[in-house]
T-cell receptor
Framework: AQRVTQPEKLLSVFKGAPVELKCNYS??????LFWYVQYSRQRLQLLLR??SRESIKGFTADLNKGETSFHLKKPFAQEEDSAMYYC????????????FGQGTRLTINP | GAGVSQSPSNKVTEKGKDVELRCDPI?????LYWYRQSLGQGLEFLIY????????KSGLPSDRFSAERTGGSVSTLTIQRTQQEDSAVYLC???????????????FGPGTRLTVT
């Protein structure tokens, strides 16, 4: 069965500090991994996906198949990064449904 | 252009009543998804429509839940004989899947908050 685990429900860091949101998954095949973000009073939206290998708003995430992890990182947190972050897995290309983790609420303190 | 819209934004119903939740996807998007966000449960997949193919209903929690998509556009999620555990935010999303094998970005609606009293 596919499962996504985000061990931290809440994460609080100071502005300018590095931030890492953890995501681990269990799946026997080759999944696609995503990070979705929901800012206050806004819709859930895609932040980044592992196949793009890009940096969005200073965030990066590397898929580690050995550790089955897809941690989200940013070297210097900004106050506008405060939001709810969800890690998600798509079981296979072409199979579009997403399996989400429970989410991590990130708060950046001034 | 307009994003995914959902109605109503809030719905309060009594236990045992039926409810219908509506989703208008982005025009031209071929795929439509329903998810449920319960307190402390994260986002849970319910059902997925892709073009004219049979929907993937594997996430529906019980036979009280059903969904249809008319004309390849608007979708309605129906919950019959609602229970208190059905209280949640129901999210709809759509994407443009060309069938090339990649997983395409899903665009989410604002959600419908359902409260069963």
């Amino acid at each position: 069965a596919q499962r996504v685990t985000q061990p931290e429900k809440l994460l609080s860091v100071f502005k300018g500090a590095p931030v890492e949101l953890k995501c681990n998954y269990s799946y026997s095949g080759s999944p696609e991994l995503f990070w979705y973000v929901q800012y206050s009073r806004q819709r859930l939206q895609l932040l980044l996906r592992h196949i793009s290998r890009e940096s969005i708003k200073g965030f990066t995430a590397d898929l580690n198949k050995g550790e089955t992890s897809f941690h989200l990182k940013k070297p210097f947190a900004q106050e506008e990064d405060s939001a709810m972050y969800y890690c998600a897995l798509s079981p296979a290309r072409g199979a579009q449904k997403l399996v989400f983790g429970q989410g991590t609420r990130l708060t950046i303190n001034p | 252009g307009a994003g995914v819209s959902q109605s109503p934004s809030n719905k309060v119903t009594e236990k045992g009543k039926d409810v219908e939740l509506r989703c208008d996807p982005i025009s031209g998007h071929t795929a439509l998804y329903w998810y449920r966000q319960s307190l402390g449960q994260g986002l849970e997949f319910l059902i997925y429509f892709q073009g004219n193919s049979a929907p993937d209903k594997s996430g529906l929690p019980s036979d009280r839940f059903s969904a249809e998509r008319t004309g390849g556009s608007v979708s309605t999620l129906t919950i019959q004989r609602t229970q208190q555990e059905d209280s949640a935010v129901y999210l709809c999303a759509s994407s443009f899947n060309t069938g090339g094998g990649a997983s395409y970005e899903q665009y989410f609606g604002p959600g419908t908050r359902l409260t069963v009293t």
